[in-house]
T-cell receptor, first 112, second 115 residues
């Protein structure tokens, strides 16, 4: 099973609607990273959360980290077609050396 | 600034053939890594390097070989290709001192099909 479980696996939203993607870790989180991938392209760094309760925003995307629940949520407000893609969460596993593990990803489609 | 450059973008191999995926970065990054991406499994770390002359294994190293003779280049070698190695491969790097705790810069990927 994945160390990082993302939900939902995919979603389709109408343009202008809000949405939330969750990432839950089976191990203690020391930091959580969010990346976005467009089809046929590499991953683009969105933001990094390091402390419990931390919340960061990038344009209309907000991410929060709940250390107690070992979970992070990514919220998109007023979705646009440009938000479409695959969102992946990642966590550093320092006990395994310099390793960043990723969730399986959430596919987002935005209907205009 | 070119960032992280991967070649080739597409490759088809026959079972048993060998090949090298190239990765180069021009940002003077110490940390470089190779991931493979498969449907439903996210990205899995194959090998990584924290500097020239230093490499280590990730989650799925079997069937792959790496070397790091320069800071800029981190090639991934498939020794004897198998259909299970059909995947999209990504190279990523990060700034000095960051390792995996900082932003990773990804290449655009190399799509490999093994028949």
């Amino acid at each position: 099973s994945q160390e990082l479980e993302q939900s939902p696996q995919s979603l389709i939203v109408q343009e202008g609607k809000n949405l939330t993607i969750n990432c839950t870790s089976s191990k203690t989180l020391y930091g959580l990273y969010w990346y976005k991938q467009k089809y046929g392209e590499g991953l683009i760094f969105l933001m990094m959360l390091q402390k419990g309760g931390e919340e960061k925003s990038h344009e209309k995307i907000t991410a929060k980290l709940d250390e107690k629940k070992q979970q992070s949520s990514l919220h998109i407000t007023a979705s646009q077609p440009s938000h479409a893609g695959i969102y992946l969460c990642g966590a550093a596993r320092m006990e395994y050396g310099n390793k960043l593990v990723f969730g399986a990803g959430t596919i987002l489609r935005v209907k205009s | 600034n070119a960032g992280v450059t991967q070649t080739p973008k597409f490759q088809v191999l026959k079972t048993g053939q060998s090949m090298t995926l190239q990765c180069a970065q021009d940002m003077n990054h110490e940390y470089m890594s190779w991931y493979r991406q498969d449907p439903g499994m996210g990205l899995r770390l194959i090998h990584y390097s924290v500097g020239a002359g230093i490499t280590d294994q990730g989650e799925v190293p079997n069937g792959y070989n790496v070397s790091r003779s320069t800071t800029e280049d981190f090639p991934l070698r498939l020794l004897s290709a198998a259909p299970s190695q059909t995947s999209v491969y990504f190279c990523a790097s990060s700034a000095p001192g960051q390792g995996v705790t900082g932003e990773l810069f990804f290449g655009e990927g190399s799509r490999l099909t093994v028949l």
